[in-house]
């Protein structure tokens, strides 16, 4: 079965660079699909922040793009997260998950990781 | 970027009651590429249904999704205790992908 896991740093320093880890099992990310980051706010709204692709192509949200990386390490299969210069507005719960090609539809989720953003 | 409205913003239901939860979008948004999230506290969202109307693996049969353009539907034709969460509408017809804010759906 396909499993999606977030890992890294609970706490983040305003200024600093917030990095988080998806470890997905079952499934090669480098098979098929895109491979996503989503975030949801305290409050709960979700934003789409971007992906990387089975081929290594990257999409990023053009709210995000100038601060954004997605890259990944095939032999771990695993890929990251990298949001430069965060501020307070960037304390959410962190999501992974696989993105269908055929109509972009977001199948598997990990469980999510909280990030808070404070000094 | 595509604004995603749900109405209501919460509601709640009695066991066995028809419920109807919209989704409006401020421009038109392929049918292909309108999905619903169920997510229950503590969970992360669950593929529900995909492409406007199609039901994702295990959701229950009285589940329903329908629309077209700027507005989008789903139903539950008769309410279950199992039913209470939030559900989120998602687009990817236009970029940036955007979701809407969620109806919290609560058993009465």
């Known amino acids: 079965d396909v499993q999606l896991q977030e890992s890294g740093p609970g706490l983040v320093k305003p200024s600093q660079s917030l990095s988080l880890t998806c470890t997905v099992t079952g499934y090669s990310i480098t098979s098929d699909y895109a491979w996503n980051w989503i975030r949801q706010f305290p409050g709960n709204k979700l934003e789409w922040m971007g992906y990387?692709?089975?081929?290594?192509?990257?999409s990023y949200n053009p709210s995000l793009k100038s601060r954004i990386s997605i890259t990944r390490d095939t032999s771990k299969n695993q890929f990251f997260l990298q949001l430069n210069s965060v501020t307070t507005e960037d304390t959410a719960t962190y999501y992974c998950?696989?993105?269908?090609?055929?109509?972009?539809?977001?199948?598997?989720w990990g469980q999510g990781t909280s990030v808070t953003v404070s000094s | 970027q595509i604004v995603l409205t749900q109405s209501p913003a919460i509601m709640s239901a009695s066991p066995g009651e028809k419920v109807t939860l919209t989704c409006s979008a401020s421009s038109s948004v392929s049918s292909s590429y309108l999905y619903w999230y169920q997510q229950k506290p503590g969970s992360s969202p669950k593929l529900w249904i995909y492409?406007?109307?199609n039901l994702a693996s295990g959701v229950p049969a009285r589940f329903s999704g329908s629309g077209s353009g700027t507005s989008y539907s789903l139903t539950i034709s008769s309410m279950e205790a199992e039913d209470a969460a939030s559900y989120f509408c998602h687009q990817w017809s236009s970029y940036p992908p955007t979701f809407g804010a969620g109806t919290k759906l609560e058993l009465k």
């Open positions: 492409s406007t109307s």
């Open positions: 998950a696989r993105g269908r090609y055929d109509d972009y539809a977001m199948d598997y």
């Open positions: 990387i692709s089975y081929s290594g192509s990257t």
